[in-house]
């Protein structure tokens, strides 16, 4: 499993701990940024579910026939 921290070292260890991967928004250079402007974008409808969920941030959905890259690069052109 991955995760993405918003801000707490103590969270992260305890993914670790746990063997999973946990990323801080801080190390990828999005500190002190908005919910809403973070984008997920992903082919799984578990995230759009979660966004009904929650309301907060933005997740596109992909859906394509073939997910394939060739593919989910088109529909990211468009």
Partial sequence: MKSLLDDN???KKWFESKGSEAIKLIE???KGADD???YIITLDLDFGYLFLKFQRGTVI??????AT???????LEK
């Avoid at 959905?61 to 073939?66: D, I, K």
């Fill in 69 to 75: 890259p060739i593919e989910i690069i088109k529909l």
């Fill in 28 to 30: 990828i250079g999005l």
């Fill in 9 to 11: 070292d103590y969270v």
């Fill in 36 to 38: 809403e402007d973070i």
């Fill in 61 to 66: 959905v992909l859906r394509s026939q073939r």
